[in-house]
């Protein structure tokens, strides 16, 4: 077997949430044992976005924003792989803003992780779209990713973990990873992942978070319930985590009418079908 | 019912009668939308390419016409033909308003069939030459069959016999038309085009006592008859494209429509994406998994897809990108045609990357270049550009494409075989020609890291100074291996014409009908027509420098194809710009005159 890359280290600040997530990404992989050359890890621009480099998988490092249409695209193109996209909340929610709400509505098997920590930390310090109190524009509410997804009717699987509670976090991406192998559609799991050098939110967000798995009136499996508790949650300056939502709608592959050709048929494309249907499509305009 | 009170035999004057034998035709059929222009040029179109003639039909000219005003043209000729003839021939006009918009383009000679059935034709607007034929269409199609609507059906009876078809040939075109329809939809519509034909014989127009007369013509061979934004996606298809992403933007919708409806039968994927920069960024993740994927957009979305387009240059990702162009700057006027992307095409994004533009000029070349762009994006690893203009709506008699032909070239791809034969794979390898092989998701022993920072073999970032000068490098040498397959120029006319004439896209074909005329007059030029933008190619370089003055004619006010030139090593002084920015198409005509007046500011010396 042919040597590849050499798998890289994380770049981060010692005490990033983000070695929790690549470390918990990589304890999914290992649990539903997928194969790094059958996965496909792409990222975004961004502290986030080196992940990809650390897994040993094939890695993409999407342009800033666009990390959930490449992955969706690939997800179409090469149904038989594992698709993980991961990005930043400036990434997922400020630039990319726009194809999160796409992504959530068309459902791709894939799973999608947006380590938020509420700051550009690339570029030193600017308020992201979760930043709690901005400085720049105080009377902007932060942006809640869950409470969006559950009012997106094609959602699947949304959760919200911590970095600093390792079990839950584990556990969540295991199940997210499943949820997107198994075909069910996009998982798609929020961690807040605070960067110490800029928005050092670990004690807050560790006092404000409300754990719903360990809640038994919380119902994660009716969106309108589970919406209208998250309200009070967050009206409550509380941070909702756990399994916010699971529930059934057909994914994006699923829904598509073609029968995709994977590259590797492509070569041996030209079959008498295809032939015959360029045919007939080109005589339709024969005179 | 009598259509004797509709007598037109006093207007008609028998000995007008003649079947005058023409065999370049230009019609115009106008009105209110919705009155059916369309239909009955669609219907003209079929009958004639039926006999044998080429038709070149444009629907972007009609939006000349504003408010609710709708017209359709078309050519019929013996040639293909890349333009409309310089006047209206046949004007069919269902209101006043379309013979005021025609006015000044009617031939001398020209026939005007006009629906006389709310007002009389106002005098002064058609020359003292034409020939008016009056016809109350609509009160016709209401009295006879209770309905307006089939007034197209009608008229095409009567247009039918005024230009000489007969009977049968005008029964089955229809037919065909309306071949969906069920035989009792049918029925009216056969009725109303026999009340059309019964109308003709009170005129005594019938047979071979028709006003004019458009002969068979002998087989040209297996032909077809499509607009460029078709041909080119058909192009794609058959090289093997089988992912596109796009957003709906005027006039490259039409690419998007055509492979949502063939190309899910044969294992692609069409996504209509929620913006351009998902669109590209969606081809983007289909082509990382080996699938030949491509986007069109129009300027506008183009704009939005620089950053990606330069990424795919530096990631070194296979896409291939369809722009229509069309009339800008901004929103411009989205129906218009233009040439106006070039600079953004060839010199747009950031930074230095490798990347191909190609220029069809007609239908024909819109399915060859969609095929090589497929082809050459797997070859060079990197966006693969085509620029349509006006071409990419307007319709065109070409030879049918020869499928079978098509040959797919998948580039440099390594195989698990091969790799299990190897120690390292190394996605970003430094080679000779600059190309490194991939592999795909799916392959073991092939692992990979794709970026667009700069970064080592490995695809790990880096920027070490040394690997940086090596990397640009390297993806500069893709764009000199492949440019013995890019397309060269064409030329014609008189290579020893001190006067040349530069062009590309569709004004290739205009000038050479204009060129083809005006050699009658005594006028030599040499042309030249790019087909290849980018890199531009020497071919070109040498027609300018070796020509006294070189004449670039483009549909931009910036001059953008000359300032292309220019840069690429083209003389300066050589070159005379005829710019046009109004957001009409030329005529021979028009090309014509605007030849011969640039000739006589600046030619060197007398013409014979």
């Known amino acids: 077997m042919s040597k590849t890359y050499a798998i890289g280290h994380p770049i981060w600040c010692a005490g990033c949430g983000h070695f929790g997530v690549q470390a918990a990404i990589q304890h999914a992989m290992n649990q539903a044992g997928v194969e790094l050359h059958n996965t496909l890890v792409l990222a975004g621009i961004g502290c986030s976005g080196t992940v990809q480099n650390n897994v040993g998988a094939y890695g993409y490092h999407s342009m800033h924003g666009r990390v959930l249409p490449t992955a969706i695209g690939a997800s179409l193109a090469n149904p038989e792989l594992t698709i993980i996209a991961a990005g930043g909340d400036g990434d997922g929610y400020a630039i990319g803003g726009g194809h999160l709400l796409h992504g959530l509505k068309r459902n791709a098997n894939l799973l999608y992780v947006i380590m938020n920590n509420g700051v550009y930390g690339l570029t030193k310090g600017q308020d992201s779209p979760t930043k709690e109190v901005s400085v720049s524009a105080p009377e902007e509410e932060p942006l809640d990713a869950m409470m969006l997804g559950l009012s997106i009717q094609s959602t699947t699987f949304l959760a919200r973990a911590i970095t600093s509670r390792s079990d839950q976090l584990n556990r969540l991406m295991l199940m997210g990873l499943n949820h997107a192998r198994d075909g069910k559609g996009m998982a798609f799991i929020e961690v807040l992942s605070p960067c110490v050098t800029y928005n050092d939110t670990y004690p807050q967000w560790m006092k404000k978070a409300y754990d719903v798995d360990a809640d038994p009136e919380y119902c994660n499996t009716h969106r309108g319930k589970a919406f209208a508790a998250l309200y009070d949650l967050v009206q409550q300056s509380r941070i909702p985590i756990g399994l916010i939502y699971s529930g059934n709608h057909p994914s994006l592959q699923s829904a598509m009418v073609s029968e995709i050709t994977p590259h590797h048929a492509l070569d041996q494309e030209h079959s008498e079908r295809v032939s015959k249907h360029l045919d007939k499509v080109l005589s339709a305009y024969a005179v | ?608």
Not at chain 2, 105 to 125: C, H, K, M, T, W
Not at chain 2, 396 to 413: N, Q, S
Not at chain 2, 429 to 438: E, R, V
């Open chain 2, 1 to 608: 019912m009598s259509l004797a009170m509709y007598d037109i035999s006093a207007v008609v004057d028998k000995d007008l009668l003649q079947g005058e034998v023409r065999e370049d035709l230009t019609i115009m059929v106008g009105g209110q939308g919705g009155d059916g222009s369309l239909t009955i040029i669609a219907l003209l179109s079929k009958a004639l390419l039926d006999r044998g003639y080429s038709i070149y039909r444009t629907s972007n000219i009609a939006s000349r016409i504003k408010g609710g005003h709708a017209a359709a043209f078309m050519r019929a000729s013996t040639g293909c033909k890349s333009c409309l003839g310089d006047k209206i021939d046949f004007l069919i006009a269902f209101d006043t308003e379309a013979v005021q918009k025609a006015s000044s383009q009617l031939a001398a000679n020209s026939v005007v069939v006009f629906d006389s059935s709310r007002e009389a034709l106002p005098p002064g607007l058609v020359p003292e030459t034409a020939l008016v034929v009056p016809v109350p269409f609509s009160r016709l199609a209401v009295r006879v069959l209770r309905q307006d609507l089939f007034k197209n059906s009608l008229g095409f009876g009567l247009v039918g016999r005024i230009i000489g078809l007969p009977d049968e040939e005008i029964e089955a075109c229809l037919r065909n038309h309306f071949k969906k329809l069920s035989a009792t939809e049918l029925e009216p519509n056969m009725r109303a085009l026999r009340e059309g034909q019964a109308f003709a014989d009170t005129a005594g127009i019938s047979g071979n006592q028709s006003i004019v007369t458009l002969p068979r013509k002998e087989s040209q061979g297996e032909r077809v008859f499509i607009s460029g934004n078709h041909a080119v996606a058909m192009g794609f298809m058959v090289a093997g494209g089988r992912f596109f992403a796009g957003y709906p933007i005027t006039p490259a919708t039409d690419v998007m429509n055509f492979l949502a409806r063939n190309l899910p039968a044969i294992g692609g994927v069409v996504m209509q994406a929620e913006d351009e920069l998902a669109a590209i960024n969606l081809v983007i993740g289909a082509a990382l998994t080996g699938v030949r994927a491509m986007t069109g957009s129009s300027g506008p979305g183009i704009a939005l897809m620089q950053e990606s387009i330069g990424h795919c240059g530096s990631a070194e990702i296979p896409i291939v990108i369809i722009d229509c162009q069309r009339a800008g700057p901004s929103t411009g006027m989205p129906t218009k045609p233009e040439q106006s992307d070039i600079n953004m095409l060839t010199r747009g994004g950031n930074g230095d990357f490798p990347h191909i533009v190609l220029a069809p000029g007609d239908p024909s070349e819109c399915f060859e270049y969609g095929v090589l762009a497929t082809n050459l994006a797997s070859r060079a690893q990197c966006p693969v550009i085509v620029a349509l203009d006006a071409v990419c709506h307007d319709n065109f008699t070409v030879p049918r494409f020869d499928l079978a032909a098509v040959e797919i070239d998948m580039g440099k791809r390594i195989s698990a075989s091969e790799l299990a034969e190897i120690d390292e794979y190394r996605r970003y390898q430094m080679s000779a020609d600059g190309i490194s092989p991939m592999a795909f998701p799916g392959t073991k022993g092939a692992m990979n890291l794709v970026t667009g920072n700069e970064r080592d073999e490995w695809g790990r970032v880096t920027t070490e100074p040394g690997n940086r000068v090596r990397m640009m490098d390297k993806r500069a040498r893709k764009i000199e291996t492949v440019k013995p397959q890019l397309p060269k120029a064409v030329e014609w006319g008189d290579s020893a014409a001190p006067v040349g004439v530069v062009c590309v896209g569709i004004l290739g074909g205009v000038i050479q009908e204009a060129m083809d005329r005006l050699e009658k007059q005594g006028h030599r030029f040499h042309g030249h027509r790019l087909r290849t933008l980018w890199p531009v190619l020497q071919d070109t370089i040498d027609f300018v420098n070796q020509h006294e003055v070189v004449y670039v004619v483009e549909q931009s006010e910036g001059a953008q194809l000359a300032s292309l030139l220019r840069s690429a090593g083209a003389q300066p002084e050589n070159i005379v710009s005829i710019l046009r920015y109004d957001g009409l198409q030329y005529t021979a005509g028009e090309m014509m005159a605007a030849l011969i007046d640039k000739e006589r500011q600046t030619c060197p010396r007398p013409m014979q």
